[in-house]
Nanobody, 117 residues
């Protein structure tokens, strides 16, 4: 059973926008921090953005001012709004929810984002 379902990836020109969604079960989503990671070909997976259950956010320097992470706790869904996209944003984006008490990570299947120049 897939616990995190991602959507919203695709092909966009530089300067364009995409919004990624991550739908989770209430049991996994409620009260837990959600993260977005990405991985480009030949590179390590990197943390892009984080949001706590209370709404505190943090971002990688490379996306500050362009990306916004958010969550709708009533819908058990998280989002990553990506504006002013650059070719270097290209990669597979993964939603992650961490259960801190048991130190267990849930991952989405990944969604491809391709930004053309």
């Amino acid at each position: 059973q897939v616990q995190l379902v991602e959507s919203g990836g695709g092909l966009v020109q530089a300067g364009g926008s995409l919004r990624l969604s991550c739908a989770a079960s209430r049991l996994i989503f409620s009260g837990n921090t959600m993260n977005w990671y990405r991985q480009a070909p030949g590179k390590q997976r990197e943390l892009v953005a984080t949001i706590t259950s209370g709404g505190s956010t943090s971002y990688a320097d490379s996306v500050k001012g362009r990306f916004t992470i958010s969550r709708d706790n009533a819908k058990n869904t998280g989002y990553l709004q990506m504006n002013s996209l650059k070719p270097e944003d290209t990669g597979v984006y993964y939603c992650n929810i961490r259960l801190p008490i048991v130190q267990y990570d849930y991952w989405g299947q990944g969604t491809q984002v391709t930004v053309s120049s």
